[in-house]
Every structure is written in C-alpha cells, then in structure tokens.
C-alpha cells in the first residue's frame, strides 16, 4: 500500500513496536529463553534447535503482545506459512489456511469485544470501535493476522541462521564471547550478512520517469530491488562478502527502507539479541550434531533458512 492508506493502517498499531515498548518486553523474553535451554539441558542433547529453541520463543513473545493463546501455536503456526509458501502449499491450501488463519483471529476480535484485556488485539478492537469511520472490521482482522504471522515466521527462520553462521564460523563466536557487549553490533553484521528471502518479493512501480543505476525506468514499469545484493555492495560496505561481527559502520537495509521500513524492527532485534546471547552464555560448547550435508532446509518459501538444527553441547 501507499500513502495515505498505508500511514492511516501502520499507525493503528506503531505505538505496540516503538523501542521504549520493545525494552519493556526484554526481561520477559531473556526468561522466556532460559527456559526453553533449561527445558533442552533437561532433555539432554541431541536437540532440534528449530523445535525447542528458535520456533516457541518468538511465538510466546508476539502471542503475549497481541494477546493470542500460546496454546493454539500448532493451529496459526501452520495457517501462517501461507503468507510465506511460494510452492511448499497449492493454491487450494494457501485459500483454506488464510481463511482458517482470519476466522481464528476474527473469534479473538469479538473475544475482545466481550471481555477487553490489555493487549494489541484489544487496543485494535477499541480504535475501530471508537473510529469506525477510519478502520474496517476487516483491516484489523487481517492486519493483526499479518502482524502474527510476520511477527514470528521472520524471527524463528533468522535465528537457527544466525547460529548456524556462528557456528560455522568459530573465530567469529569466540571473539563474540570475549566481547559479549558487542552483541548488538553482532546482530547488526549477521542481519547483513544472511539472507532471510530467497528472492525480492514484491516489484515496484515508478510512478514517473526515473533513472536507476544508468537505466531509464519510465512510469509505470517494474522493479525488483534485492536486499541481499543491496547488503553485499562494494561501495557501501569494505571486503563485503566477510563475516565481521565488529563491523562499526553497518547501513544495513535487512529490514527494509523509508516508509515500509519493517514495522517489527526493534522486535526483531531485542529477540535475535535475547535469543543469540542466550545460546552464546549458557552453552558455550554448542555445535551441530550432524554432518553439515544432513541439514535440512525450507523450501517453497520466500524466507530461506533451517527446517531442523540437530545441536549437542
């Protein structure tokens, strides 16, 4: 979407992502990350870090944000990959999850409505309410829908990527625990560094005649930008291609630029942190239980990343 439409919908719901809100939810996702390597240390290695780690911590956050039952993950966990699938679902599937994935999130709406709690859904539910005239009952269903699915499919394929670059490259992690303050600076390089897409989503249309990179791209024509190239340029970014966890000057564009800028970005940075910082301090002897070549990888996808980690430590 675009402006106005586009300001008028993000606005319902940027107040939830500001940083000031993210830093409130830091406490209880660093609890929400012991416990699940608690749970994993109990079970004893080997353990699927995609399973027990990586899928159920961004999930619980985003359900505690919007106000979802974290008891129902097995039920949108799954309608969400339709908002992913490229291939991995036929269109029939991709229809029946989203209409599943809308219904669900429609009973929490009227939910709301019955029994106001203190959570987005209901923050969402009472701006429509008060201004019917600005949101339909239909926006907030899907916007919400988006935001869950958006809110934990990013961040779970991201972080067994990120553990699977560090620990594929062991000088990088053991300069990390030596200088466990540079997280963010880590997470910055490695939301450079690794891919989440598997390709550029979405063409974008010139509203005018425009030159790009020497190319005279006339109104109305497409273009398809790519992240990934974008965060791999020579002339943005010294010897590109190398892992540099303490790169100082990172203009990243991994979550996106201007106005569609992701709405989630501080979100997603607290959780990669909390998350990666977790698994660095409390198991320090991490490693990949498998042979490199038994890994397995989604497929069908826009995002790119593990469908299983086996780890031991």
């Given at each position: ?25 830091r406490?209880?996702t ?9 749970a994993?240390?109990?079970a ?8 027990h ?17 974290f ?7 799954v309608?969400s ?6 291939t ?17 999130i ?5 939910q ?9 859904i209901?923050?969402?539910v009472r701006?429509r ?13 899907q916007?919400?829908?988006g ?14 990527n ?19 303050a ?17 390709a ?33 340029d ?20 991994g ?9 989630g970005?501080?979100?997603a ?21 498998v ?11 826009i995002?790119?990343?593990l ?7």
């Open positions: 979407m675009d402006p106005p439409e586009h300001t008028r919908l993000r606005r319902l719901v940027a107040k939830a992502f500001t940083a000031r809100r993210v830093e409130q939810l406490p209880r660093r609890q929400i990350a012991d416990e699940l390597v608690d994993m240390v109990t004893g290695p080997p353990a699927d870090l995609v399973e780690f990586a899928t159920p911590l961004p999930i619980q956050v985003i359900c505690e944000l919007l106000g979802v039952p008891a129902d993950r097995h039920l949108f966990h309608w990959e339709a908002i992913v699938s490229t991995s679902l036929s269109p029939e599937q991709i229809h029946e999850y989203l209409d599943n994935l809308y219904g669900y429609g009973e929490l709406v009227q709301r409505r019955r029994e106001p709690t203190d959570d987005l209901c923050a969402m701006a309410d008060e201004h019917q005239d600005r949101f339909t009952e239909q926006e907030v269903v916007l919400a829908a935001l869950l699915a958006a809110g934990h499919e990013t961040t779970v394929t991201q972080l067994p990120f553990a699977y670059v560090l620990l594929t490259h062991p000088e990088q992690l053991a300069w990390l625990r030596t200088e466990p540079r997280l963010p600076t880590a997470i910055e390089e490695l939301m450079r560094y690794v891919p989440l897409g598997v550029s989503a979405f063409a974008r249309y010139a509203t005018e005649d425009v030159e790009v990179g020497g190319v005279l791209v006339r109104a109305g024509e497409p273009v398809i930008g790519s992240l990934s190239s974008a965060n791999r020579e002339t943005v970014f010294a010897d590109p291609d190398r892992l540099d966890l303490g790169r100082a000057t990172n203009p990243h564009i979550f996106g630029h201007g106005v569609h800028h992701c709405l970005a501080q979100l940075r607290m959780e990669l942190q909390v998350g990666i910082g977790t698994l660095v301090a409390r198991l320090p002897e991490l490693r990949i239980a042979p490199e070549s038994e890994l397995t990888w989604k497929s069908g996808m995002v790119r990343g469908a299983r980690m086996p780890v031991t430590w």
